[in-house]
């Protein structure tokens, strides 16, 4: 079907294109001549005698306005008004009616028509001034249903919607066992367009989304934006059959993935989706949606664009999740997260010249939970700024315990994620910290992984360069295993980077990690930085960094991880 509503027209500009439908051949040849007299011929008539001859008529042309007798051979009265509301949603619509029956045509408008006329009673006047009238109001009312149900971004569906098109499809599926799937979308690096470009980029961006997606979906399915960065689509038919569906939302993700030009800018960006499928993922809308959710919510966990299909276990996984969130806020709280210590040693004189301070979580009820359950789900939440700050507070703390086993230079080195350095306020908490525990800033190393590095180049660069100011210093960690640039890696404001453990485990086996640590101590070395190798568990690894010119070292072969009065018994122990 056209679409059944031809744009409402600026009255000066353009003709009113208008259904008639009369039976009334007297009262139908009046209101023609009428309102083809008026000025600047302003209006088009088109006249029927029934509603049944009246939908080839609307279902072929778009009208403005439809003028509808309600006395009518064949359908007739309410049911008459009922069939054009819903065949015609965006129509204004006046009825026409007797004197004596008025309650009829106000019945009529409780229905959603815009307007009624008492037939005999209009003149060169009331009639037109009806139709404008009626124009007007429905002009404002498809205003306020468009604001209601539709995005004002994209043009697609929102929510509201999408909830009432799935409940029908659910229906539709149930009655006649079609396939059904519900796929949520979310962006990858959406955000950083909107930082680059703009808000209207990133708008204008949202935009192209929406098309791209309307160009893989069937018309009888259905696209709606949720919020933010998020699509949700209604798959019904052979696409949602699950032989399908894997190719399907693999087409949605190389759409995507295709360069978009957003001002003149070759944009790039990704997307993760979340599929659930009906009746086998939920029986409902409402779990349908939930189960998609929990698959998106996995999809965007491994960082890149994907698909995952909702499971049993997804939801195991996710419920887990958020109970170890919640314990999480408590165990901050509580203070049950304590720091153990790792000492660093020099290779040239085999002195203890630091610690590197590792998070662990003493559960009431579970135990130790290693940091890799529990870290990464602090990471994707403001959780993690509580968390750094309280092991820094804490490392400080513990240091008074133990500063007079050792002799200086010395650092404690704390573990920083991404969030923490893109805090622009970073320096100046840290300071506060360090005043309030009395700890000097040249004891504090603060380390960092390339990854968090290359997320935020400049704001990494103005951050580490406030703190390394103020006496601090920075390590690399993980060198080896991420992406930095070098040109990046020149400009950062570094003293250490620390070789990963899995360029040492086999370095004296394997030819290709003994050459990575060989040129990464001597890059270091060229940008006048010392070198850390993490992981060393034998005397052969220590004494072949040592050879290479390896400056620091730490691993089991020298001392594993402990708690405070481990370490203060350790060193007491190592001083003698």
């Not at 009208?63 to 009265?77: A, I, R």
């Not at 790792?342 to 009431?364: A, F, M, S, Y």
């Not at 820094?392 to 008074?400: E, G, K, M, T, Y």
């Not at 923490?420 to 910290?433: G, N, P, V």
Request: charged share 25%; net charge negative.
């Amino acid at each position: 079907m056209k679409q059944a509503l031809a744009e409402l027209p600026e009255y000066s500009k353009s003709s009113i294109d208008i259904l008639l439908i009369e039976d009334n051949e007297g009262d139908a040849l009046i209101i023609q001549e009428m309102l083809q007299e008026m000025p600047s011929r302003a209006f088009s008539v088109s006249h029927v005698i029934t509603v049944e001859m009246a939908e080839p008529e609307y279902k072929a042309h778009a009208f403005n306005v439809l003028l509808l007798d309600l006395s009518l051979p064949g359908l007739s009265g309410m049911e008459a008004v009922k069939k054009i509301l819903h065949d015609l949603p965006l129509v204004p619509i006046i009825v026409m009616t007797g004197l004596d029956d008025e309650k009829r045509a106000l019945g009529a408008m409780q229905m959603g028509v815009q307007d009624y006329i008492v037939k005999g009673q209009y003149d060169n006047n009331i009639l037109p001034r009806a139709i404008r009238y009626a124009i007007e109001r429905k002009r404002f009312e498809n205003k306020v249903i468009e604001l209601i149900n539709f995005d004002q971004v994209t043009g697609l569906i929102n929510r509201v919607l999408f909830l009432d098109r799935l409940e029908g499809a659910i229906s539709l599926a149930n009655q006649n066992n079609i396939p059904l799937a519900a796929l949520v979308l979310s962006l990858r690096r959406f955000k950083d367009v909107t930082a680059t470009l703009g808000h209207e980029s990133g708008n204008k961006l949202l935009k192209s989304v929406a098309m791209r997606l309307k160009e893989c979906i069937m018309r009888q399915d259905a696209i709606a934006r949720l919020e933010g960065d998020e699509f949700i689509l209604l798959i019904t038919g052979q696409l949602a059959a699950l032989e399908n569906l894997t190719w399907f939302a693999q087409n949605i993700i190389d759409a995507i993935e295709r360069p978009f030009t957003i001002d003149d800018h070759s944009v790039r960006i990704g997307c993760s989706i979340g599929v659930a499928t009906y009746p086998a993922c939920g029986g409902d809308k409402i779990e349908l949606l939930k189960h998609a959710d929990i698959a998106l919510h996995r999809a965007k966990k491994n960082g890149k664009s994907e698909f995952q299909f909702y499971t049993e276990k997804l939801n195991e996984e996710l419920s887990e999740s958020i109970s170890i969130e919640k314990e999480l806020q408590s165990a901050i709280k509580q203070r049950e997260l304590i720091a153990h210590y790792q000492p660093i040693i020099d290779l040239k004189n085999n002195r203890v010249c630091g610690v590197e301070t590792l998070i662990r979580w003493n559960h009431p009820k579970k135990g130790f939970v290693p940091p890799d359950k529990f870290i990464p789900l602090a990471e994707k939440s403001d959780l993690i700024l509580d968390i750094s700050e309280y092991m820094i507070r804490l490392a400080c703390s513990d240091f008074s315990s133990w500063k007079n086993l050792t002799e200086p230079p010395f650092y404690i080195a704390v573990n920083l994620s991404s969030r923490d350095i893109q805090k622009k306020d970073f320096s100046e908490r840290l300071a506060e910290i360090l005043k309030s525990t009395d700890m000097k800033p040249e004891y504090i190393a603060l380390e960092i992984t390339e990854g968090t590095l290359m997320e935020d180049p400049k704001q990494s660069i103005l951050t580490l360069t406030e703190c390394r100011n103020s006496g601090s210093s920075i390590f690399v960690d993980d060198f080896g295993t991420g992406y930095s640039s070098l040109s990046y890696l020149s400009t950062l404001p570094l003293d250490i980077l620390k070789i990963d453990r899995s360029f040492v485990n086999d370095i004296l086996t394997n030819k290709h990690n003994l050459v990575i640590a060989t040129a990464t101590i001597n890059l270091a070395h060229a940008l006048g930085l010392q070198v850390v190798a993490e992981g060393i568990e034998t005397k052969e690894q220590k004494e072949l960094l040592a050879t290479l010119g390896c400056d620091k070292a730490q691993g089991y072969y020298f001392a594993k991880p402990m708690p405070l009065s481990e370490l203060t018994e350790w060193l007491a122990r190592r001083e003698k």
